[in-house]
């Protein structure tokens, strides 16, 4: 397996956020302790670049956040926040994606995980919302679209929908886009009849799911729902966007999903991935602000990853 992780990732300072420094420092000892960065792979990858962010984000967009950054704007949104290390933060992570997405489509090794912050998945092309600041998966799905997959498929299991991911690939019939989410909640879409349109409609799967539901509940929608559509899709590449605020003591989120619980998604994803595109499959780190529990859910997603 591949592994992205860096320290460049805590120079995105934003003090007592929920999104803090402390979420990859706590993954990065678990990784170590672990013993995952010794048994993966741990490539040397280049920040993205403008050219790769901009097939996401338009250019008024991305000159602004680079402005905002310089200037350690702060608060510049109302749930997101800006340090001057930010930029380096977000381009490098967005960079990761690209590079992952590149070594596995060429064959160098089947899956990567890339334990990257700031989140991306709420970032709109024009705008940062949620926490988010690029929109990594969606800049790696681009990516890989230029590499020559002809199709792509984003699963996101993150409890908050992906509305930034699912507007970039709205109209884009070679991007599919599968998403489990808590609902009604934060951002307030995701609602089953969001599908996509012209072209692309039928591409957008959206599974809401009350607060009440629980594990196995969540489990099996999330592969009955997923599994029927990949069948027609038939992606070459899977990206996971790897959120586990899901997860029943996450301070931001929450649903009643355990740590273990993500040993079983990551082996069925890992398990979809082989059976639609050779094993390839990029996972990225978005949600998750429990301290303890992300880097046990994120141990047992890995874990799940490599059971077979």
């Not at 489990?180 to 995701?190: A, D, K, S, V």
């Amino acid at each position: 397996m591949l592994l992205y992780h860096s320290e460049i990732f805590e120079k995105h300072d934003t003090g007592t956020h929920p999104e803090c420094i402390a979420r990859i420092v706590n993954v990065n000892r678990m990784l170590e302790k672990q013993g995952w960065i010794e048994r993966c792979t741990k490539p040397n990858w280049m920040a993205a670049t403008l050219e790769q962010c901009k097939r996401n984000h338009t250019e008024k967009y991305l000159d602004q956040l680079h402005r905002w950054c310089e200037e350690s704007a702060g608060r510049v949104e109302s749930d997101t926040v800006v340090s001057s290390g930010s930029w380096d933060a977000a381009t490098l992570a967005a960079g990761a994606a690209c590079d992952a997405v590149r070594r596995v489509c060429r064959g160098e090794d089947t899956q990567a995980f890339c334990a990257v912050r700031p989140p991306g998945h709420h970032a709109l092309r024009d705008a940062p919302m949620g926490f988010c600041l690029l929109n990594s998966v969606s800049i790696a799905a681009q990516h890989a679209r230029s590499l020559g997959c002809e199709k792509v498929l984003i699963v996101d299991w993150d409890v908050h929908h992906g509305n930034g991911t699912q507007a970039s690939f709205w109209e884009d019939p070679t991007v599919g886009f599968v998403s489990i989410h808590r609902f009604p909640f934060y951002p307030g879409t995701g609602r089953v009849d969001e599908t996509g349109t012209g072209d692309a409609l039928g591409t957008t799967v959206n599974i809401p799911v009350s607060a009440q539901t629980g594990p196995k509940s969540f489990l099996d929608q999330l592969a009955t729902q997923t599994e029927k559509f990949a069948k027609k899709f038939k992606p070459d590449l899977i990206l996971l966007s790897a959120g586990f605020d899901a997860h029943e003591n996450d301070p931001v989120g929450g649903l009643s999903l355990q740590s273990e619980h993500y040993f079983e998604a990551g082996k069925w994803i890992a398990a979809l991935a082989k059976e639609h595109c050779q094993g390839r499959l990029v996972s990225l780190l978005e949600g998750g602000y429990h301290l303890e529990h992300l880097p046990e859910s994120l141990d047992a997603h890995l874990r799940g990853f490599i059971s077979d």
